[in-house]
């Protein structure tokens, strides 16, 4: 039997970031390579992020999601 989840490495990583899909903005703390898969007879894996938002809690997120999130100069009136 095989691990179920790797570390894998990401030039984000402890970095502020924004999750695409919903818009959640955290500090990515890991990137980990995971058997998805409910089925004993095949594996499924998936690259997910692990971003921990304001509020201490951490949610995930596919890698592809993931993009550096920068803050926005403030507007001149």
Same mark, same amino acid.
């Given at each position: 039997?095989?691990?179920?989840?790797?570390?894998?490495?990401?030039?984000?990583?402890?970095?502020?970031?924004?999750?695409?899909?919903?818009? =959640?903005?955290?500090?990515?703390?890991? @990137?980990?390579?995971?058997? @998805?898969?409910?089925?004993?007879?095949?594996?499924?894996?998936?690259?997910?992020?692990?971003?921990?938002?304001?509020?201490?809690?951490?949610? =995930? =997120?596919?890698?592809?999601? @993931? @993009?550096?999130?920068?803050?926005?100069?403030?507007?001149?009136?």
């Amino acid at each position: 039997m095989s691990e179920q989840y790797e570390y894998v490495p990401h030039r984000l990583l402890r970095r502020r970031v924004r999750d695409l899909a919903s818009g =959640t903005e955290g500090e990515l703390m890991a @990137v980990i390579n995971e058997d @998805v898969s409910d089925c004993p007879t095949y594996e499924r894996w998936m690259e997910l992020a692990y971003i921990r938002g304001a509020s201490g809690r951490e949610f =995930t =997120t596919a890698v592809e999601n @993931v @993009v550096a999130a920068y803050d926005q100069p403030a507007r001149r009136t």
